[in-house]
């Protein structure tokens, strides 16, 4: 296999190294062979190649089975107008180009970490394992936007626009996982206001019908953002269109207070993808050894699941990094006490 | 002063009847005559006149100095169309016949009920008071929108729409309710990637120029979404539009575990308003008298402020409220073993 490696900035590097450590390991030990290829991304390229996305880090991402993504931004690109930031300057054209309509974004509570969780005691006790699953190449992203007219009349606009085709490829993944899962589907709309949350409704229970095993239910994207804080136990999969999908996701992250462990997937119809953690660059603690690795380890199981066929190997990293975690083993943001740097927690996983 | 009064559905008739009894105290306290016209809306409106907000309704709207809302909804109207149904079809007409652009929300954990915030213990234990306040008539509510094409290629779409009018108007809004809080606004906006965010972050930069005295910060929605849940004591007054505002402040009410207790405000340039609690029509305890009616008692103590310019009264109600609260005295959403009902709640405020 060949796989782009772009480990971006802040704590990207550091991270990204103990997942291709980890990478050495399984594929030493499941007998396959994976190429690495690195390049630059985000503020580096910037920095480097005058823009976030150089041409040859998007040819050699052509060229590979996937892309292994670390994170990219900081403080030293704030300046820079909004859509020339590095995460946005980097996400968004790649999300495009390759077409990976469907983000993953799974948001577990550990048992061992509940107490992490910046929800009440009696909350977080009743743990919650929900998939997010996020429209991710439609929406008011991509649609036709602009500015018009001057003065106190200046307006500018955005579009929001989905099709059936559209909706119905994402619903298709969310019931499919939902299968895998605990059979239940709940889909976010405002279709109390959109027109394309209406269509979505549509859409989704049409797809519903082809799975009858999964259960469906509706919520408005304002009472998710509620219940997600009430009682996320309610929750198995979560469909949401691109933009609704961006907020809860974080929230759906952010609940389970342990940032530094949640991988993510974007796929596309064929197979290919990039994977990459939940969490961001974290340029306050970069280059001191105490990035937790987990979210980007889990994102390279993901990447043997989804794009190389390799699914023991996935599960044999996710076996090795709960044992880790159960053991004690991570860094200060989820044991602040326990003293484990990034790489020990890395070398912990490798030998497990 | 005249007030048009809508109890609507649910639990609505119920609150109201208890706002009222505290009106009719603060009246003859301070001295004023105050009118109040009963009228149909929401579900009860369809029932009876087939339409949410009937034509009647609005003309006594528009006679009245404000418009006292109760709250609508039900399971009843839950099989009509997503825009016949009673919440819709009642709010956002009245919204946009108005220009009740500015909506107010407070959201403040009170310290004797920190322990029903479905956050963790410390950070509860740290407290907040956040004015959300939301842009209430332009952006993807009030956007062009349709749908076309057929088959897999049928598509639907919404336009997000906004002027430097009217994000001037609202961020103004937002800096001096400030000036009157913590000094420090935080402006909630999706700039790298919405047109309208980049425009919406210049305009409130623009304006916050005339309060130097004003702190400015910008947040992503993704982000914000997160720091509420991990840290809402940072904010002060978050500013959103109508999109982002519907989320995040319902958000904002459910962190506080009190849903119950908060009143809105939505307001025009010329003072005209509608008030309104934070929660819904919770059919499932409607009748049963415990509905907790403190949010529609200060919705109203906002009316006499905003509307009628009655601070003092205000001022009066809101002082007895906490009063009563901190006496313990309150029905079982947030007292669940003191026994208290509606009816209780509301003479114990009437009496302080
Ligand atoms: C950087 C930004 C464009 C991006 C998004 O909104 O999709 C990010 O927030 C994410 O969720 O991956
Ligand atoms: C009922 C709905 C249209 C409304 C909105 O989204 O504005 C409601 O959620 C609110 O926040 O008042």
Redesign the interface.
């Known amino acids: 296999y060949s796989v782009a490696v772009l480990a971006g900035d802040g704590i990207g590097p550091e991270v990204m190294a103990a997942a291709e450590q980890v990478l050495d390991a399984v594929s030493s030990k499941f007998g396959f062979t994976l190429t690495r290829h690195h390049h630059a991304i985000g503020g580096a390229a910037i920095d480097q190649f005058g823009k976030a996305l150089p041409d040859q880090t998007l040819a050699a991402c052509e060229s590979a089975d996937a892309i292994l993504f670390g994170s990219v931004g900081g403080p030293k690109w704030e300046h820079l107008p909004?859509?020339e930031?590095p995460?946005?300057a980097s996400l968004?054209p790649l999300r495009k180009h390759f077409g990976l309509f469907c983000n993953l974004r799974p948001a577990q509570l550990l048992p061992a970490l509940s107490a992490a969780?910046?929800?009440?005691?009696d909350?977080?006790a009743q743990g919650f394992d929900i998939l997010c699953v996020r429209e991710l190449t439609g929406g008011?992203?991509f649609?036709e936007?602009?500015?018009s007219?001057e003065?106190?009349?200046?307006?500018?606009?955005?579009?929001?626009?989905?099709?059936?085709?559209?909706i119905?490829r994402i619903a298709r993944f969310a019931f499919e996982a939902a299968k895998l899962r605990n059979n239940h589907v709940t889909s976010v709309d405002?279709?109390?206001?959109?027109?394309?949350?209406?269509?979505w409704?549509e859409v989704v229970t049409e797809v519903s019908k082809d799975y009858p095993e999964v259960s469906l239910d509706y919520i408005y994207?304002?009472?998710a953002?509620?219940q997600l804080?009430?009682q996320p136990s309610q929750f198995d999969v979560l469909l949401c269109d691109n933009?609704f999908g961006?907020?809860?996701s974080?929230?759906c992250?952010?609940?389970t207070g342990s940032m530094g462990l949640l991988p993510s997937a974007s796929l596309n119809q064929s197979g290919f993808g990039m994977y990459e953690p939940a969490g961001g660059s974290a340029p306050d603690i970069a280059g001191k050894g105490v990035a937790n690795p987990i979210a980007q380890i889990l994102s390279a199981a993901l990447m043997l699941r989804y794009s190389l066929g390799q699914d023991e190997a996935a599960r044999s990293i996710e076996k090795a990094v709960a044992e880790a975690v159960e053991a004690g083993v991570g860094t200060p943001d989820i044991y602040p006490n326990a003293g484990y740097t990034t790489q020990d927690v890395a070398a912990a996983i490798v030998a497990r």
């Open positions: 909004a859509n930031q995460e946005r968004l969780s910046p929800l009440r005691a909350i977080s008011i992203y649609g936007k602009g500015r007219g003065g106190a009349e200046e307006s500018a606009f955005d579009t929001q626009t989905y099709s059936r085709k559209e119905e405002k279709a109390n206001v959109l027109a394309s949350s209406v269509l409704r994207v304002d009472n953002a509620m804080v009430k933009l961006d907020i809860l974080d929230e992250a952010m609940i």
